[in-house]
């Protein structure tokens, strides 16, 4: 055997055993380092019957919600505006609380919630607490 080349199998010291099963481990461990990046896959909202629908991929995770009109995600919180003109903010299909009035569109983008009013004028909330209005 050539002693000389760049491949670790091929070395005279290295059993072929050995090396297969130390590739086996490494494989398994960029696995399972890789394997979270999967689970958050971005998800896209829609609305329908009054529900919202949430899709990873194309395909069905959930749904959740009722009487809304409008949903905006940003992969991690959902928010919706119902048809009374208030917000609904959900985090993994879970309510986590109601805020605002008046609102015919929501927007999210990192963590902070855009909606624009029934008078034209665009709210900005975080963490469910008005920010500034414009």
């Known amino acids: 055997m050539n002693t000389n080349s760049s491949f670790p199998c091929r070395k005279v010291t290295t059993s ?4 297969h099963f130390l590739a086996g481990i ?6 399972l380092v890789a394997l979270p990046c999967f689970a958050d896959e971005p998800a896209t ?6 529900r919202i629908e949430e899709r990873v991929k194309g ?3 959930r749904t959740y919600g009722s009487n809304l ?5 940003d992969g991690v919180t959902v928010a919706g505006v119902t048809k009374d003109g208030r917000i609904v903010e959900y985090k993994n299909g879970t309510l ?3 805020f ?7 927007q999210v983008q990192n963590g902070k919630i855009y909606a624009q009013l029934k008078n034209g004028k665009t709210a900005e909330y975080e963490n469910g607490t008005l920010k500034r209005t414009y």
């Open 16 to 19: 072929r055993l050995s090396c």
């Open 26 to 31: 490494v494989s398994w461990a960029v696995f």
């Open 45 to 50: 909202v829609r609305i329908n019957n009054g």
């Open 59 to 61: 395909t069905l995770r």
């Open 69 to 73: 009109v409008d949903a905006d995600t």
């Open 96 to 98: 986590r609380r109601t």
């Open 100 to 106: 605002g009035s008046n609102v015919n569109r929501v």
